[in-house]
């Protein structure tokens, strides 16, 4: 089975500076999908960015990038240039296709005026 | 404008009942999911359903009823034997019926709490 592992349970950045999250998955698969979400204090989960295992290259939205080491099995997510807005629990999360999506613990990210 | 609601926003309960929890979306996605959200645990598939009048079990479906007879609408039925049902519920939407390569639309949950 496929997990997915996020080891930092809370995270602070100070605004307008950089923070990177953690993110390690275990599958046997050679082709997946994975994504970081966002959930801030409103609950409202909502994709920040995604990644596709068989693209080198890494995603990149706006401030949000990842460093995807396939075989590491690593998806970290750096935020850049953080604002108050960034202030949310951000999963991780595993997608093989038919199989269901796996998500992991979350880690908290407080953002400091 | 497009989306996935859910309602109600919060919900109470007594020991006991059955309560059905309402997930409803205008994306004309295939796939729709049920998540269980606990403080330190992420999120948990409870059920999931890839088209109409199907539906697999999740992770944690002991106690959880669903149906899907129309494509829009996927609700959610905690039942009695759910030992623990006091949670914050999540309801999804996707767009592939053959796996979730695409991103998932959450709706804006509902929470559960058992007095």
């Known amino acids: 089975a496929q997990t997915v592992t996020q080891s930092q349970p809370e995270m602070s950045v100070q605004e307008a500076e950089t923070v990177t999250l953690s993110c390690t998955y275990d599958?046997?698969?050679?082709?997946?999908?994975l994504f970081w979400y966002k959930q801030p204090p409103s609950r409202q989960m909502i994709l920040v960015i995604r990644?596709?295992?068989?693209?080198?290259q890494n995603a990149t939205e706006n401030r949000f990038s990842v460093n995807f080491q396939k075989a590491a099995k690593s998806f970290s997510l750096k935020i850049s240039d953080s604002q108050l807005g960034d202030a949310a629990m951000y999963f991780c999360?595993?997608?093989?296709?038919?199989?269901?999506?796996?998500f992991g613990i979350g880690t908290k990210l407080q953002v400091i005026p | 404008d497009g989306g996935i609601t859910q309602s109600p926003k919060y919900l109470f309960r007594k020991e006991g009942q059955n309560v059905t929890l309402s997930c409803e979306q205008n994306l004309n996605h295939d796939a729709m999911y049920w998540y269980r959200q606990d403080p330190g645990q992420g999120l948990r598939l409870i059920y999931y359903?890839?088209?109409?009048?199907?539906?697999q079990k999740g992770d944690i479906a002991e106690g959880y009823s669903v149906s899907r007879e129309k494509k829009e609408s996927f609700p959610l039925t905690v039942t009695s034997a759910q030992k623990n049902p006091t949670a914050f519920y999540l309801c999804?939407?996707?767009?592939?019926?053959?796996?979730?390569?695409?991103?998932?639309?959450f709706g804006p949950g509902t929470r559960l709490t058992v007095l």
């Open positions: 990644q596709e295992a068989y693209k080198q």
């Open positions: 599958t046997s698969e050679s082709d997946y999908y």
């Open positions: 359903s890839q088209i109409v009048n199907d539906f």
């Open positions: 999804a939407s996707s767009i592939e019926r053959d796996g979730p390569y695409n991103e998932q639309f």
């Open positions: 999360a595993y997608s093989g296709g038919y199989q269901k999506v796996t």
